[in-house]
C-alpha cells in the first residue's frame, strides 16, 4: 500500500484533527510535537554514513519539523533499538551527534531496546511561546513563496555516495543537514497573519503540493529563481533534483508580503494564485501544471 | 551490552539531569514525556497477538508512564514502521486498539515508514496541572509501600500462551494491560509532600530496586502482602513471576502515611526504612536482602 492511503486509514480511524501536518499543535500545552523514525536500509545505510553522523541527522530532522510549525525547538526524546552486538562506542558517537545537532535542544529522555536492524524514532518538542504557529492550511491568494537556502543537494549527495562521486559539500547536505531555525523564528515571531510553512524533507514539489492541496490554492513557482548549488547542473536530471529530491531540511512558506520587510535570508520563487478550476493544477512550475506528483515522490510502500 | 551499561554510556554523553525517571519532568512546559519503542519478535510476537491488541498495548504501556510520573496522561504520538505487504486492516485494527486504550487521550500525530519487522514507537505526553510529580529518587524513611491491582498476571500470561495453557485472564493481563490511571490521579492530586512512584513494566522488584537505589534507601517488603490471583499458584516459580514477572503496569509507590487517608484501591506491602550499611541489600523481601536483582530481570542486551 502506498504511504498516504495509509495515511488516510489513521485518518479515519482516528477521526482528529491533528492529524494533517508534520507537527501536532496543542494550544492547552503551548507546544507542538512531532515524532519521526529512520529505518536501517529504509532510511539509511550504514554504508554511507557513521553512528556520530546518524545521531546528528535524527535530531536534526524532527528539529527541522518543529522549525516547520514556527514553534521553538525545545526538547528530544529518542528511542533507540540496536543489534545485540553493537558496541559501546556506537551509543556514545550516536549521541554525542544527537547533541551536536541540538545545540541548546535538550535530551531528555527516551528508551534502548534490541532489534535486528538499527531503528531510531525521536520526538521533539516546540514551544510556541512567542510564537505564530504556522499549517499547511493556511496559505492565501497574493502570500509570496519563499524558501530557505539550496536545494538538491542532499538528492546529489545520496547520488554521489552511492556512485562514489567526489562532491563534499553534496554529500555533508545530505548526511548531516542543518534545520533553518533561524528563518523559522523570523517568520514565527514577526507574523501577524496566518501563513503556510514546511520543511522540504520529502523535496521542494512536495511541500509546494502538501500547501496547495491543504490550502486549495495554486503554488506558482519560478524555477530561475529557486536557490542552488550550480554543480548540480552536472548531474542528469538535476532539475529533478532541486524539485524532488528531497531530504534538504530547507523551509519553504507562503506569506504575507508584508511580512517581508522584518525577516532577511530568504529568496522569493513564486506566489500564490486562487484555484478557480479544478482542472487546474495545485502547483506550476514554468508554466507547467502538477496535479499529481506523487509518481515523482519516493514512497516506503510503493511496490 | 547490557540494557543498563548502554544507558550510562547515553546518561554520561549527555550529562543530562533529565535522564534517570522513565518520563522527564519538563517544569517550563507544565508536562512530563516518555516515550517507549516495541520491536516485533523482541517484545511481541505476532504469533500470540494480533493488530488491535498490539495497538492497544503500544498505546496503553506509554499511558502507564505517565501514569507513574502522577501527570495526566492527554496526548499520544506513534511511530508505526511496517512491513510492505501489511494488509490496510492491520493498520485499521492496529489504530482501533490504540484509540480504544487512549479513551480520553488523544492520538495527535506520527509517523508511518516502511521496514522489515515490526516496529512500534510511542510517545506519550501528560499534562502537570495540580499533580505533584513523582521521582524515584523521592521514597523516604517511613513512607509506606503500596501497590495497584495484582502482580504476576501478566508474565503467567505470557506463559500460558508460550504453552497453550487456558488461563484467559492472566492472558487478557499480558495482551491487553491497563494502566492505573485512578490510583496515580489520586496520589498525584493529594500530595503534599514528595513521593516516589513507577510502573511495574519491568517487574515488581525492579521497580521496588530502582526506587530503593535512587532514594538510598532500602524497601522492606512483606511478600504475603502483595496481591495476586490465586490461580498462579498452579505455576512453577510463581512467586519469581510475582516479584520479576514484568509487564504488569500496575503502579508501586512510597509515600507519606497521611496520604493514605486520601486514597483508596491500594495494598500496603512493605515501609521504606533507612540504609546505613553498603551490606544492607536495598530491597528486603520476607527477610531476604537483594543488593542486586540484575540476573533475575529481563535484559534485551544479555548475551
Known sequence: MKEKELIQIIKSTLNSEYIGDDC?????????????SLVEDIHFSMKYTNAYKLGWKSAMVNISDVCA???NPVYLTIALSLPKNIKADFVEEFYKG????????????GDITGSEKIFISVTAIGSTKGRKISSRSHAKAGYKIIVSGRHGSSGAGLISLINGLKYPDFIEA??????QRKFSEQIAVNALYDYAMMDTSDGLADALYQIADASNVIMKID??????DKNIEKFSDWKDLI?????????????????LK????????????????????????DGKHYSDIDNKLYNHFEE
Open 98 to 109: 544527537a547533541k551536536d545537532a541540538c545545540e541548546d535542544v535538550k535530551i531528555v529522555g
Open 174 to 179: 545530505h548526511l548531516i543537514p542543518k534545520a
Open 69 to 71: 510549525s514556527g514553534a
Open 243 to 259: 524539485l524532488f529530491g528531497g531530504e534538504d531540511y530547507q523551509l519553504v512558506a507562503a506569506v504575507p508580503e508584508e511580512l
Open 223 to 228: 524555477f530561475e529563481k529557486i536557490p542552488y
Open 24 to 36: 501536532a499543535y496543542l494550544p492547552d500545552l503551548g507546544i507542538t510535537v512531532t515524532q519521526d
Open 262 to 285: 522584518n525577516i532577511s535570508d530568504y529568496t522569493i520563487i513564486g506566489e500564490v494564485i486562487e484555484r478557480n478550476n479544478k482542472s487546474d493544477g495545485k502547483i506550476i512550475i
